[in-house]
Each structure stands twice: as structure tokens, then as C-alpha cells.
């Protein structure tokens, strides 16, 4: 009976950010650095972090400087990483983790 037993995944605190996306045929989530690292069509796009602290706790959007100006701007509550200064974040104590995450800018076109 006890050989039949299985872990219970865990399921990640941010994981409904990423709902609409796992529909995508080519969505990949895999474990990174103790992250969730969110892949479409073969590139990170997203990283879900809920281990340790600020800068380190919320959602991290890799991405160019050249795109920041513009997704900080559609996006509110995105800013640019304190220590990865190519990527943007949100910080999970800033709560702009809500429904308005910033997952529209991860859509395919």
C-alpha cells in the first residue's frame, strides 16, 4: 500500500500566472536556480521566485533594456531587477502580483 504512495506535487504559489500559457503546445516549465522557469517556443520568458526574499520573491520578466521602457509602461508595477539589470520584476511585497500580472506580454503574436 505504501509502495503506491507518491509525493504530492507542489504547486507553485505564482502558478496561476502562467494558466493561459500552459495551453500553448510549446510551453515548458522547469525547475531553475529553486525558480519555475516558464518557456515559450524554446526561450525563458517568465520566472516564477517565491524562495527567500526581495529581489528574489515574485515574478522576474527576462528580457532587453530596449523592451524595459515600453513593458514598464504597459505592464504597471513591472521595474527593472536591482541585481539583474537586463531583466524586469515585480516584487511580491510591492503586490502587484494580482490579477493583472504581466502575462499578456508573454503571448505569442
Same mark, same amino acid.
Given at each position: 500500500?505504501?509502495? *503506491?504512495?507518491?509525493? /504530492?506535487?507542489?504547486?507553485? @504559489?505564482?502558478?496561476?500566472?502562467?494558466? %493561459?500559457? &500552459?495551453?500553448?503546445?510549446?510551453?515548458?516549465?522547469?525547475?531553475?536556480?529553486?525558480?519555475?522557469?516558464?518557456?515559450?517556443?524554446?526561450?525563458?520568458? *517568465?520566472?516564477?521566485? /517565491?524562495?527567500?526574499?526581495? @529581489?528574489?520573491?515574485?515574478?522576474?520578466? %527576462?528580457? &532587453?533594456?530596449?523592451?524595459?521602457?515600453?513593458?514598464?509602461?504597459?505592464?504597471?508595477?513591472?521595474?527593472?531587477?536591482?541585481?539583474?539589470?537586463?531583466? *524586469?520584476?515585480?516584487?511580491?511585497?510591492?503586490?502587484?502580483?494580482?490579477?493583472?500580472?504581466?502575462?499578456?506580454?508573454?503571448?505569442?503574436?
Amino acid at each position: 500500500m505504501d509502495a *503506491l504512495k507518491t509525493k /504530492a506535487a507542489r504547486i507553485h @504559489p505564482f502558478q496561476w500566472v502562467v494558466g %493561459p500559457l &500552459e495551453e500553448e503546445p510549446s510551453y515548458i516549465q522547469k525547475s531553475m536556480f529553486g525558480c519555475q522557469g516558464c518557456y515559450l517556443h524554446g526561450r525563458l520568458v *517568465l520566472v516564477l521566485a /517565491a524562495r527567500g526574499r526581495d @529581489p528574489w520573491m515574485g515574478l522576474l520578466v %527576462p528580457t &532587453e533594456k530596449r523592451f524595459h521602457k515600453s513593458l514598464c509602461r504597459d505592464h504597471r508595477g513591472l521595474i527593472p531587477h536591482p541585481v539583474l539589470k537586463k531583466w *524586469l520584476s515585480t516584487c511580491r511585497s510591492r503586490s502587484m502580483i494580482s490579477k493583472r500580472a504581466p502575462v499578456a506580454c508573454l503571448r505569442p503574436s
